[in-house]
């Protein structure tokens, strides 16, 4: 869905008598896509008459290593010296705390407005099924530094879901959740820091972390090489401060994570992770992850990513034994627009014998965001954006091409082609309604447009128009794809 990152999901507050036609809900995707074209029309403009602007401070600031930084510290600098270099919108970043308002307290924050509408979700021959979906946002941020070694930072999130149709008649709630909270000791030992409480877990493409959890971490940097070492659990303390009783955990596992990664370069890097997941509630997995990281560029105007891993351990009386590989190649091109190519292919193994003791199955950690950009000014989700599986029992082969006409404006149209290790009847982590038949590896197909815009101060949009086309695995019947629109404004203070 619109950017999902389970610390704050998006819930909807329902109304009553809205309309129901198909053209008011294009109507909404529509004027929402008509403003962010707008305003990237009229950025544009300002810039061909010599208007002046300061360089941004980037609210995703590149981080020392070209992989997050080991302990990433949201404070009035943020430990980075502004720069002019456009860093690709991430929805999901902590906003900076960079206004001062008191002795040694910085504020900053966003204002976000996100809308989303999903349709045919079940793949049904009617397309008047739909969500259509409004979100504002708003996300204060406060860091208190009262010396060189403490830095508090707390940023709440309170989310107003508005659900202008939805399929399912669901109790909503207005949300205030406890975004990031934690102290960071840094400074004491020259390059070592250390961090407790609610934080934020990232790689540099999404694909172990892109959560807010509740943990120790310690890390240390020298130069270009950096380590780290956390204990880590979604949602210990409880996320929601408005709501009284306790939340349930899809993913309650105890994560034992350590991480080393050398920087060469101005943007390569290569690291090593292991991770160790103990499952606490719903059955006892014990998956354990050995893998690389490596990404950077060839050539000078070639770029690439790498990334595998093994999955090994126990999930009730079974063994596991997955693997899981991820590559592609961004070709940029000379010329005004800067277009670009990439192709790029992944596989998780799947489990061709259900029935005996050995889970051949790849499993992401649950924890994944699986998101980053080509070569534009947004990320967005490289699996696709409507039917955003986990890589389980499955193969992704995808191509894109991308423009920038301006230096702060990305068009990017991505195809993506699905194919299933074994036939089975489930796509794991699949945001359709429906399943597959288990008759057929051909899941199907899917194209999507993303467009991203940084041209207008603290101003951050997004949109994305994605079309899946099913295949053969599922029923004949289930002939029509599904469909989503999703825009972003996000308004930074600092």
Known sequence: ???????????????TNMPREPINRLSLVTALAAFLLTSSTYAATESLDGGTERPPVSTNAPAPNGNGQTLPTYGHTNGQAPSPIVEPFDPNAPPRATIPFGPNLFMGGYASLEGEMNRNYRLSPSLSEADSILTPNLAPAISYEPNQYLQLYVNPVLEIPVAVEELEDRSQTTELNMNLAFLT???????????????????????????????????????NF???ASVSQLNLVQRNLLR??????????VNYYMAA?????????????????????LGSAKPIYL????????????????????VRGSD?????????????????????????????YAYGTGDSNPDDKVDASFRQTGFQGNSDKFNGVTR????????????????????????????????????HYYLQDHESKRIRGSDLSTDPTGLSKHIGSEIDLVVGYQGIPHLQTKFVLGYFFPGKAFTQSWHDGAMLATVLFRYNFY
């Open 291 to 310: 893998g690389l990281q490596s990404g950077g560029r060839l050539l000078g105007d070639l770029k690439y990513w790498f990334q595998t891993a093994i």
């Open 380 to 415: 967005f989700k490289y699996y696709g954006e409507v039917l955003d599986p986990r890589l389980t029992n499955l193969m992704v082969f995808t191509g894109g091409l991308g423009v920038r006409p301006l230096s702060k404006a990305s068009f990017d149209l991505v195809y």
């Open 316 to 344: 009730g009386g079974s063994s596991i034994r997955g693997e899981a590989v991820d590559v592609g190649l961004t070709k940029e091109f000379a010329g005004s627009w800067g277009p670009s190519i990439t192709v790029a």
């Open 226 to 228: 950096s380590v780290e």
């Open 1 to 15: 869905m619109m950017s999902r990152n389970r610390v704050t999901p998006a819930r909807d507050l329902r109304l």
């Open 244 to 253: 009284r009783e306790a939340e349930e955990d899809e993913e309650a596992f």
């Open 185 to 223: 000791v840094k400074n004491v030992v020259p390059g070592a820091r250390l961090q407790v409480g609610r934080q934020r877990f990232i790689d540099s493409r999404r694909w172990l972390f892109n959560e807010n959890m509740d943990a120790i971490r310690l890390g240390y940097q020298y130069e």
């Open 261 to 281: 990664n050398y920087k060469f370069g101005k943007r390569d890097h290569i690291g090593l992770f292991a991770l160790y997941q103990d499952q606490q509630r």
